[in-house]
């Protein structure tokens, strides 16, 4: 028997389309490494008819009353909801994660069109009446345009709600790139936008990878670009969509410490820090993946952890809702992070906990690494340093705050850091030490919330404007001043 492997189509206006491409991508349940999707790497030529689709529903959308589009954006949210857990299940089955975190992928997302629900709220300008002698001032913020964002395979439905909500509320058409990794549940997100009654063209979905990028990067009808991804690739997109002329935010890679001060309280601090390391097999921006027990307290942190590994459960994610660790993403992620575990030894660190050795209920074929714990990791190593997004913690030691803010702030990243403390004082001293964006005190993923623009610094961020919160619309639209002047026959007889 023959099973047909399902051919993934792109939104194009209202139409699910299949081009003729020369190359398709394969999507894998990661838990089995079985085909399940095909997916068409798509070209310039179909981005050139998403940008058409686009222009032609901006005329329109963009004059819409803010009031009119948060309708619609409150009848998407209400489907969500209606569909939440089956978007769950389209994440774990395509990029491996548990099902738990798969609804938190989506919920973050939710929340994010919650927000877009407010735009008549978020996008209002200010006034100042008698700016100057009978001058009144306006400010107004008006769309850009066709806006593109392209997005990584980590987090499938959270990611891209980030964006096109936000940029839609406010009034500009969207092109929307997924992951060639997780096509499926962007084509979800998408299906539910138009059943939500979103005119034609708003939305368009084109797959592909590096030609629709830089097609997208250098069409003249695209006046706005977000990216989120690693960060060689966001420097390729910040500075080719800049040098044409877009506007750019572009979100880049991570290398997050967690610092577990001696006063720290014991069982919460191992529960964060077990989620930051290992949750999503760590293949988070966000993820906690240097741990720096300060002081004695090292050696007991590193204890309770390696027991908190023993009793973690890797398994299936796609078979089974226990699980509490899934697979990473592909077979060249899992080679990639195997190959920081010999690189680790090399290096002379200490392997406590070795993800080699897995449980052989696991499908042969999955993409499963276990959960790794080195210790004394070094400063100024490929560990200490690299990004290896996976489910490896790097233990480091230093003798106090100060030494573990020098090591951390040596890293040209800066996305995220959390400290583990009970005094005010110690988290007060690493909250503004810390260089990066997000910053987490007895919170072990200092988590984008829609409510707030998430920030990156360093090489974790290229632009100004970050993503969602109140930058997300300062981004996805530009600022008018209006200073009139009226005459007035009032004015006149009061002798103003
Ligand atoms: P990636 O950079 O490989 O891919 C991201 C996007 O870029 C995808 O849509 C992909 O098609 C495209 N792309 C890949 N190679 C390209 C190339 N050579 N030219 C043009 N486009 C290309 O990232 P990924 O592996 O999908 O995701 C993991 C990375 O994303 C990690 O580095 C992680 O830290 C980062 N990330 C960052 C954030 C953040 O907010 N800072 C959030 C999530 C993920």
């Given at each position: 028997?023959?099973t047909?492997?399902q051919e993934?189509p792109?939104?194009?206006?209202?139409?699910?389309?299949?081009?003729t491409?020369?190359?398709?991508?394969?999507?894998?349940?990661?838990?089995r490494?079985?085909?399940?999707?095909r997916v068409p790497?798509?070209?310039?030529?179909?981005?050139?008819?998403?940008?058409?689709?686009?222009q032609?529903?901006?005329?329109?959308?963009s004059?819409?009353?803010?009031?009119?589009?948060?309708?619609?954006?409150?009848?998407y949210?209400?489907?969500?909801?209606?569909?939440?857990?089956?978007?769950?299940?389209?994440?774990?089955?395509?990029?491996?994660?548990?099902?738990?975190?798969?609804?938190?992928?989506?919920?973050?997302?939710?929340?994010?069109?919650?927000l877009?629900?407010?735009?008549?709220?978020?996008?209002?300008?200010e006034?100042?009446?008698r700016?100057?002698?009978?001058?009144?001032?306006?400010t107004?913020r008006?769309?850009?345009?066709?806006?593109?964002?392209?997005?990584?395979?980590?987090?499938?439905?959270?990611?891209?709600?980030w964006?096109?909500?936000?940029?839609?509320?406010?009034?500009?058409?969207f092109i929307?790139?997924?992951?060639?990794?997780?096509?499926?549940?962007?084509?979800?997100?998408?299906?539910?936008?138009l059943?939500?009654?979103?005119?034609?063209?708003?939305?368009?979905?084109?797959?592909?990878?590096?030609?629709?990028?830089?097609?997208?990067?250098?069409?003249?009808?695209?006046?706005?670009?977000?990216?989120?991804?690693?960060?060689?690739?966001?420097?390729?997109?910040?500075?080719?969509?800049?040098?044409?002329g877009?506007?750019?935010?572009?979100?880049g890679?991570?290398?997050?410490v967690?610092?577990?001060?001696?006063?720290?309280?014991?069982?919460?601090?191992?529960?964060?820090?077990?989620?930051?390391?290992?949750?999503?097999?760590?293949?988070?921006c966000?993820?906690?993946?240097?741990?720096?027990?300060?002081?004695?307290?090292?050696s007991?942190?590193?204890?309770?952890?390696?027991?908190?590994?023993?009793?973690?459960?890797?398994?299936?994610?796609?078979a089974?809702?226990?699980?509490?660790?899934?697979?990473?993403?592909d077979?060249?992620?899992?080679?990639?992070?195997l190959?920081?575990?010999?690189?680790?030894?090399?290096?002379?660190?200490?392997?406590?906990?070795?993800?080699?050795?897995?449980?052989?209920?696991l499908p042969?074929?999955?993409?499963?690494?276990?959960?790794?714990?080195?210790?004394?990791?070094?400063?100024?190593?490929?560990?200490?340093?690299?990004?290896?997004?996976g489910?490896?913690?790097?233990?480091?030691?230093?003798?106090?705050?100060q030494?573990?803010?020098?090591?951390?702030?040596?890293?040209?990243?800066?996305?995220?850091?959390?400290?583990?403390?009970?005094?005010?004082?110690?988290?007060?001293?690493?909250?503004?030490?810390?260089?990066?964006?997000m910053?987490?005190?007895?919170v072990?993923?200092?988590?984008?919330m829609?409510?707030?623009?998430?920030?990156?610094w360093?090489?974790?961020?290229?632009?100004?404007?970050?993503?969602?919160?109140?930058?997300?619309v300062?981004f996805?639209?530009?600022?008018?001043?209006?200073?009139?002047r009226?005459?007035?026959?009032?004015r006149?007889?009061?002798?103003?």
């Amino acid at each position: 028997m023959t099973t047909t492997i399902q051919e993934v189509p792109m939104l194009i206006g209202k139409q699910w389309v299949h081009p003729t491409v020369a190359e398709f991508g394969s999507i894998f349940n990661p838990s089995r490494g079985q085909l399940i999707a095909r997916v068409p790497l798509g070209g310039p030529a179909d981005v050139d008819a998403a940008v058409q689709a686009a222009q032609k529903a901006f005329a329109s959308w963009s004059v819409t009353p803010p009031t009119k589009r948060a309708g619609y954006m409150f009848k998407y949210r209400a489907l969500l909801e209606e569909h939440f857990e089956e978007l769950a299940k389209i994440v774990t089955l395509e990029n491996g994660k548990t099902l738990d975190e798969s609804r938190g992928d989506v919920r973050r997302g939710v929340e994010v069109v919650e927000l877009a629900c407010g735009i008549g709220e978020l996008a209002k300008g200010e006034s100042l009446p008698r700016v100057a002698d009978q001058i009144d001032g306006v400010t107004m913020r008006e769309p850009i345009g066709v806006c593109a964002g392209i997005t990584p395979y980590n987090f499938p439905a959270m990611v891209p709600m980030w964006m096109f909500p936000i940029a839609i509320a406010c009034g500009n058409t969207f092109i929307l790139k997924p992951s060639e990794k997780v096509p499926l549940t962007a084509n979800r997100l998408a299906e539910l936008f138009l059943a939500a009654g979103f005119p034609e063209g708003v939305l368009n979905v084109v797959h592909g990878g590096r030609a629709v990028v830089d097609a997208l990067c250098t069409h003249p009808g695209i006046v706005a670009l977000s990216f989120v991804g690693s960060t060689k690739i966001a420097e390729h997109v910040y500075v080719l969509g800049t040098q044409h002329g877009k506007r750019v935010q572009a979100a880049g890679g991570a290398k997050n410490v967690m610092v577990v001060m001696p006063d720290a309280e014991p069982d919460s601090t191992l529960r964060a820090v077990m989620g930051a390391a290992f949750g999503c097999a760590g293949q988070r921006c966000m993820a906690g993946s240097i741990l720096m027990g300060v002081g004695e307290t090292a050696s007991a942190v590193q204890k309770r952890v390696a027991e908190a590994i023993d009793a973690l459960k890797v398994a299936d994610t796609s078979a089974d809702p226990s699980a509490q660790m899934g697979p990473v993403i592909d077979a060249p992620a899992k080679q990639r992070i195997l190959s920081y575990l010999d690189l680790g030894q090399k290096e002379g660190a200490q392997l406590v906990r070795d993800g080699r050795k897995l449980p052989g209920s696991l499908p042969s074929e999955g993409y499963f690494v276990g959960p790794t714990l080195f210790d004394n990791v070094q400063p100024g190593s490929k560990l200490a340093a690299d990004e290896i997004f996976g489910p490896v913690l790097s233990m480091m030691r230093p003798q106090n705050l100060q030494e573990a803010l020098a090591w951390a702030n040596r890293s040209p990243y800066g996305n995220g850091a959390s400290i583990f403390t009970t005094s005010g004082r110690h988290a007060r001293e690493f909250s503004l030490g810390i260089q990066c964006g997000m910053i987490g005190v007895n919170v072990g993923v200092p988590a984008p919330m829609a409510l707030f623009s998430f920030s990156g610094w360093g090489r974790s961020f290229f632009g100004d404007l970050h993503v969602q919160g109140h930058e997300g619309v300062m981004f996805y639209t530009r600022q008018k001043v209006v200073l009139s002047r009226w005459d007035s026959e009032y004015r006149r007889t009061q002798g103003w």
